[in-house]
């Protein structure tokens, strides 16, 4: 279909150009994950201060659905509240599980609403995901 196809699009635009890819050199949150099933990896950097995700940069090699959501979730959640940057989370966890979710703020994550029927593409999707929760755990 031609939403289908315009999700595809926005996929490959962040697997090919990712956003906020890379790494800070001062002090951060880090937090390296690999997704079991296939051993791909992501390493995301956090900068949280004032209860404020200021930053976020990741770096990492997977298949296009991980990088890119990986690219997403860094857009999404930068000048978020740690709050409200969790609220996304939950928000994206609803969308794996096949619930209707709306993004206003950035509607390009509904491009991977599609993946929720592939078991094994949800891990993918969901690991800059854990990634952020993590990182926002180990900072209380
Ligand atoms: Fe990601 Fe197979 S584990 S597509
Ligand atoms: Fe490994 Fe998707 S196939 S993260």
Redo the contacts with the bound molecule.
């Keep these: 279909t031609q939403l289908d196809d315009l999700y595809r699009r926005v996929i490959m635009d962040h697997y090919k150009n990712p956003r906020n890819r890379g790494k800070f050199d001062d002090d951060t949150v880090t937090v390296d994950l690999n ?1 079991p ?4 990896r992501i390493s995301l950097q956090l900068k949280l201060a004032d209860g404020i995700v200021e930053d976020a940069r990741f770096t990492g090699e ?6 890119s959501s990986a690219s997403m979730m860094t857009e999404a959640v930068k000048g978020k509240k740690l709050d409200e940057a969790l609220e996304f989370a939950d928000k994206f966890s609803s969308l794996m599980k096949g619930e209707e979710v709306t993004f206003d703020d950035y509607e390009d994550l509904e491009a991977l609403s599609g993946v929720n029927k592939f078991p ?2 949800i ?2 999707a969901t ?1 800059a995901w854990n990634a952020l929760r993590k990182g926002i755990d180990h900072n209380d």
């Design positions: 997704n099933t296939c051993g791909d997977g298949c296009s659905i991980s990088m094994a593409r891990k993918c690991l």
